[in-house]
């Protein structure tokens, strides 16, 4: 149902507010089970009540609250679509920012504040537009699963993978997903604007290193020294340049950019497009090969004092279908006197981007901006999307944003001064209401 020319006001307005309203909540997850999103969720459960949508708050673990809402189709027949948000976000240092991070402040064009882009600003625009449903009496062309998950900045423990382990039932007839960090733009060389649909992730492999030795006084040669064989395997891996691999999603993504730029394709090397991201390179950058980042290291009590043992812990990522080629080179990178531990694994994730649901999401978007040129990225990180796949539910990340053409967006993940612009969450909001109603 087309929206006039004054719904569309409201719908934008009410996704700014709510915006702003739900940086207002401090739903920190500080990890390790620490988290508190009681209280927006019961906010969002009330914003889901004032317009008749019944919701249902499911506690996982004390405060750790999911809302979890069903708005049915008008075609039961089809598959339902889940659309997710998270209400958790990850920590701040106060003194460290220009505003107060929890005040959902307007300034300068921007709404500021822990959240604002992770993912308080989707969140919004999942409230907006299915409140405008209800006081329009619209009913989507298929069942939708509203789910704001809680701990999704902490792996979903109490969030998606709760919910997927112990509520299967909550997800029977649906088969694809829709959430966060896609549908942005960023404009490369020639000022082409893209939108980056977020079709694959990366795997994680987090490892700890352990090595041991033979302890003695820091005066004597020790030439079985755990701090110097921890210390070499470290510098190994940290060092080792991962060989470039072209997947489905990344190939689709280099291509375009060589043509809008006329710059040449090479599926061995694209590094060199890299430069025409601008400020994104450094996140898709991070996509073209697995990784392996050391992060901690633990050794010693006292400094005249050799240890008997050290570790070491890496981050690892790999792209969809080559974890084995990760773990094996941290492997043979450590070494032989090095054990390698996976302390932590989740699964990649690549999705096609074709059929009916992408399309919907590239006509909206073009839509909206005649000039935008939707294409699938690999994201680096990851989403509650890799909870849903265990049930079989194909995720894309599409929370739209039109961005301004200097504005370093990946940054402000987790960033200080985080902030997400007045005019790209009304745009937002546009592309994700009709989108919805064309899937």
């Not at 043509?259 to 400020?279: A, M, W």
């Not at 200080?416 to 009709?434: A, M, N, Q, S, T």
Request: with cysteine; charged share 25%; glycine share 10%.
């Amino acid at each position: 149902m087309r929206l006039n020319s004054d719904q569309i006001k409201e719908l934008e307005d009410e996704a700014v507010l709510l915006c702003q309203e739900l940086i207002r909540f401090p739903s920190v997850n500080h990890g390790e089970g620490l988290g508190d999103e009681k209280a927006i969720a019961q906010y969002v459960a009330n914003k889901l009540s004032e317009v008749g949508i019944k919701s249902e708050l499911i506690e996982s673990a004390p405060n750790r609250v999911n809302v979890v809402a069903k708005i049915a189709g008008s075609d039961t027949t089809r598959p339902g679509l889940v659309l997710h948000g998270h209400l958790d976000v990850v920590p701040v240092t106060a003194e460290d920012w220009s505003v107060e991070p929890f005040s959902g402040e307007i300034k300068d064009g921007f709404i500021w504040g822990r959240g604002a882009v992770d993912m308080k600003d989707m969140d919004a625009m999942m409230l907006a537009t299915v409140r405008m449903w209800k006081r329009i009496g619209y009913q989507p062309p298929r069942n939708i699963l509203l789910i704001f998950f809680a701990d999704e900045e902490a792996s979903g423990t109490y969030g998606s993978r709760w919910l997927v382990k112990n509520r299967p039932e909550l997800f029977a007839g649906y088969s694809e997903a829709v959430s966060e960090v896609g549908g942005f733009s960023v404009t490369i060389t020639g000022n082409h604007r893209l939108y980056l649909v977020e079709a694959a992730q990366k795997g994680i492999q987090w490892l700890k290193l352990s090595a041991k030795g033979t302890a003695g006084h820091g005066s004597f040669i020790n030439t079985d020294n755990a701090v110097t064989k921890i210390g070499k395997a470290v510098a190994r891996i940290g060092d080792y340049e991962w060989p470039q691999i072209e997947t489905k999603t990344s190939g689709l993504l280099f291509r375009k950019i060589a043509e809008l730029t006329g710059d040449v394709y090479d599926r061995s090397n694209v590094k060199p497009l890299l430069k025409h991201l601008g400020k994104a390179s450094k996140m898709i950058g991070a996509t073209i090969s697995n990784t392996a980042n050391p992060t901690m290291l633990e050794a010693g009590y006292k400094a005249n004092v050799i240890p008997q043992s050290a570790s070491a812990v890496i981050d690892g990522r790999f792209l969809p279908g080559h974890e084995d080629q990760l773990h094996e080179t941290i492997k043979k990178l450590a070494g032989d006197d090095v054990e390698v531990e996976v302390l932590t694994r989740d699964i990649a994730l690549e999705a096609e981007f074709s059929g009916q649901l992408v399309e919907a999401m590239c006509n909206a978007i073009q839509n909206e901006d005649a000039e935008g040129i939707p294409v699938p990225y690999l994201m680096s990180g990851g989403t509650d999307n890799k909870a849903l796949s265990d049930l079989g539910i194909i995720g894309y990340g599409f929370s739209p944003l039109r961005l301004p053409d200097d504005l370093d967006f990946f940054s402000l993940f987790h960033g200080v001064d985080e902030r997400v612009p007045v005019e790209g969450i009304k745009f937002g909001v546009r592309v994700l209401y009709e989108f919805l109603e064309n899937v």
